[in-house]
């Protein structure tokens, strides 16, 4: 071909690449709310318990020792790495595609002819062995929107391991809690049953004196049945808690060791932020986000399909009709370049399709993205306030228990002068056993908001 076609084709090309230029439609992270935390008054500190690592933010050593084999041994966080290994592949896969194909190829090939006189009585025979190779030029831009939404999935797939870990920690965290606090209403029970065989005592001997009748010891007979019957439920509860938490951490059915919910102490100052670190700390909300980003760059490929494809391939080796004996001489040496370029013509409705698909799909994760968004922040609005409530609650309950524990005290006192009767002594008794558990369910509603606001922050990576 004349030198001045081919400079020609070349200028061509070179002004379709920088045309496509202005194709090339740059990302542009989603818009975050401002305000989608549900508080007396934003606050404009950064400072945030999401950065606080796991191991400090939880300091029951039990609890530790339970979240380090939960993350060693959990079936859903080995899924999730294996994850990670196939995006990492993919994204390598996607690299890859800016570097020409290489091959080697070998050929053999036999032909025979008929004439005239007789059937196939001609035939030919030739041989090629060389390396060919094919490379796609990234014109407008297809192969480069490729990686960078391969490597979307990539960070979103690390995005999904930092989102089961979180959630594994804080059920670890959640369900230990819990059964410190079946282990407290059990203690709480159990000891309300000795005071109430203490009654029972009582009762009997004042009414061997006379003073009290046989309705009053069998009313306090029925509260001791009542409380005790309530004995084997809770030590069920607590076996299926454990059962529970032994299924989180990938182990075999059994007992778990543990602390004591009295001594659970976690910071009263439950820092959250500002509502844009949710986009920079919360797995879920960059999982969405990562996901519109693929999809958008997914678009991108779908645009560009419809423009032409540039390709180059070449040849280099030995072809020869000689015979293989005399296939390796220098005269048989072939080498070859072709370009190409092809436009969709008939498949154009298909691809504009396609490309209606794609930018459905990339709606349809803006959307997932924002309703992620608003969902972490309802979880920490959430948190926040039952949270701070739990704590407010402290200061009037412990009154409580204090004003049942004094009740008991001065009703027994006076019934065994006949001051007060025995339904006043019971009413107190079982006053106190609710105050207690009431207290044990405030700490543990204290606990477990801290937990949930540490999950919902996007602690625990």
């Not at 203490?198 to 009997?204: A, K």
């Not at 659970?264 to 909300?285: C, E, F, H, N, W």
């Not at 996901?291 to 072809?319: D, W």
């Not at 309950?397 to 204090?402: A, E, H």
Request: hydrophobic share 40%; net charge neutral; proline share 3%.
């Amino acid at each position: 071909m004349n030198k001045k076609y081919l400079v020609a084709i070349g200028l061509l090309l070179l002004s379709l690449g920088l045309g496509s230029c202005s194709t090339r439609k740059a990302y542009k992270n989603p818009d975050l709310p401002e305000n989608i935390f549900r508080v007396e008054e934003i606050s404009n500190d950064t400072n945030s318990i999401a950065n606080i690592p796991w191991q400090r933010y939880f300091s029951d050593q039990d609890l530790q020792n339970l979240i380090k084999e939960g993350i060693n041994n959990s079936f859903d966080l080995q899924i999730a790495l294996s994850r990670i290994q196939q995006a990492e592949a993919n994204l390598g896969q996607a690299k890859a595609a800016f570097f020409p194909n290489l091959m080697l190829s070998a050929q053999a090939r036999q032909d025979r002819f008929s004439t005239d006189d007789s059937f196939l009585p001609l035939h030919t025979e030739s041989y090629s062995l060389g390396v060919s190779s094919s490379w796609e030029a990234d014109i407008w831009g297809k192969l480069s929107k490729q990686k960078k939404g391969a490597y979307a999935q990539f960070q979103g797939s690390q995005a999904f391991k930092n989102l089961v870990q979180t959630s594994l920690i804080a059920n670890i965290a959640s369900t230990y809690y819990t059964l410190l606090a079946m282990d407290e209403q059990l203690r709480v029970s159990n000891e309300s049953i000795d005071l109430l065989k203490e009654t029972v005592g009582t009762m009997i001997a004042l009414k061997e004196s006379a003073i009290l009748n046989a309705a009053a010891v069998e009313q306090s007979k029925a509260l001791l049945y009542a409380t005790q019957v309530s004995i084997p439920d809770l030590e069920s509860q607590i076996r299926k808690l454990e059962n529970a938490l032994c299924l989180i951490l990938g182990r075999e059915p059994g007992g778990i060791e543990r602390g004591d919910i009295r001594h659970q102490y976690l910071s009263s100052d439950m820092d959250y932020g500002i509502p844009t670190q949710l986009l920079a700390k919360r797995p879920d909300v960059k999982q969405a986000e990562y996901a519109f980003r693929a999809a958008f760059e997914a678009t991108g490929v779908a645009q560009a399909n419809l423009y032409p494809a540039v390709n180059i391939s070449g040849m280099l080796g030995f072809a020869s009709k000689d015979g293989v004996e005399m296939f390796f001489k220098p005269h048989n040496i072939v080498a070859n370049l072709i370009g190409g370029l092809t436009q969709p013509i008939f498949a154009k409705k298909q691809l504009t399709s396609r490309v209606k698909i794609a930018k459905a799909q990339q709606e349809e994760a803006l959307l997932n993205f924002k309703k992620a968004v608003l969902n972490a922040g309802n979880e920490v609005s959430d948190a926040l306030y039952s949270y701070e409530s739990s704590m407010r609650k402290n200061q009037t309950r412990q009154l409580q228990v204090q004003a049942s524990e004094t009740s008991v005290y001065f009703t027994q006192e006076l019934l065994k002068y006949g001051d007060a009767n025995y339904t006043e002594v019971l009413n107190a008794q079982q006053n106190l056993l609710q105050a207690n558990i009431g207290q044990v369910n405030d700490k543990l509603q204290q606990l477990q908001a801290a937990v949930s606001l540490y999950r919902a922050l996007g602690g625990g990576q």
